[in-house]
């Protein structure tokens, strides 16, 4: 069964995680059928503005944890002799799927949509920063949150966040880990624009038909020119490193730390290494 549903009306797709029993967290299944559908939309000529979405208030709380605590599917990582399926490489394959859907939305010649209602956190708050516009609930909530569990870092976050919030901002969304509410996350340039709830799906609708309604070709032009100003070249050369570094990271006593704590409740005790 897909968690991944796609819709198209006229000229606007949207692509919505639909696990909310699980926070709309990503396995490898999930991870694919995102990709194929990022790429569908990105690449249809006649989608013109796409949306990201989460279902049940929430938008994405990133790789799943209980996925990978729990070992992953035999399925999905049957190339795998047993002892090399580690926490690390259970990682990679599911962020693999989640790197290429980001690279591809900030390729894509048309404008990409985060529609935020609820958390993004983690892998979740990565996708949402890779969109070329956030459109927030009044009751979404961001947070950076890889750290509560020991990780360095994925899903294009490190790349993203000093590049929309400057260095020393993102030093601190890193190190103290604050959970932004929506109208701090817009202050500071995380987000585009904050909407009330009860007008947040048809607030998201309009503005998608306006940017579908515009002149794509000389936006997906000028789209590329912001890249390459912003150094978006580099980008799947981070988003290599992130999943490198994130893998081994993984694979460490302070991750197995990280994630017992996360499902047992309590704070982690970290050490060195």
Known sequence: MSHITLTIDDAVGTITIDRPHRF????????????????????????????LR???????SGADLKYIRN???????????????????????????IHSTISEIRRAPKPFIAAVDGIAAAGGFGLAMSCDLVLASES???????????????????????RL??????????????????????????????FA????????????????AGPTEAWGIAKALLNEASGMDRLDHHLDRELDNLARIADGANFAEGINAFFEKRPPVFGVN
């Open 54 to 60: 989460g279902s049940g208030n929430v938008f994405c």
């Open 71 to 97: 070992g992953g599917e035999a399925d999905d990582l049957g190339y795998l002799k047993p002892s090399q399926a580690g926490y690390g490489e259970i990682f990679k394959q599911i962020l693999e799927y």
């Open 140 to 162: 979404a909530t961001f947070e950076w949150a890889y750290s509560k569990t020991g990780l360095t870092g994925a899903e294009s976050s490190t790349f993203m966040l000093p």
């Open 165 to 194: 919030v400057g260095l020393r901002r993102a030093f601190e969304l890193l190190f103290l880990n604050p959970r932004l509410n929506a109208q701090r996350a817009c202050e500071i340039g995380l987000v585009t624009a904050v």
């Open 197 to 212: 709830n009860e007008t947040f799906d048809d607030n998201v609708q309009s503005v998608a038909r306006t940017l579908a």
């Open 24 to 51: 709309n967290s990503l396995d490898v299944e999930t991870a694919r059928d995102l990709r194929k559908a990022g790429l569908q939309l990105a690449r249809d000529r006649n989608i013109r503005a796409v949306v």
